[in-house]
């Protein structure tokens, strides 16, 4: 299995001008060879099937970010997919406009299981940090309204409006 650009694949032929991949969607894709040379080729069979998947997630600048990290570490550790080594690791990243910034880091052992538990992952923490009582912000926007000068007012007496119509 391969990605190059943005395709992902199995290589199930190889030709003098293309290659082609089958990808999760069972569909073949045609890549000329030159790509294989231009562009970055990534290979996921290699002699380790082991592969990192990242969990990015921010939550509310009321949270101890220490309670948040030990969360994420639970959330990795009680995942059957997860490797003990190499061990998960909950980073706190930095300060974003409506969240503190964490990524939980975790190894699975073989590539097919990626998605699955990068699935998992996501629901677990979204499940373990709301029992918490830990919010995950969205951004939020303040707008303010200046109130605009009222409209003078027409002066008391008019002159009577005259209907022109026969």
Known sequence: TISIGSTLGTVSRIQI???????????EVVVPNKSFITQSVQNWSLSSSITRIVVKVGVGYGCDPLEARRILLDVATANPNVLVAPAPSALFLGFGDSALQFELR?????????LST????????????GQAGIEIPFPQRDVYVHAAAAPEEAPAESAPVVDAAP
């Open 106 to 114: 975790a190894f699975v052992g073989a590539i097919d299981q990626r």
């Open 17 to 27: 001008r293309a290659t082609t991949l089958v990808d999760a969607d069972n569909l």
């Open 118 to 129: 990068l699935d998992a992952l996501h629901a677990a923490v979204h499940r373990a940090l």
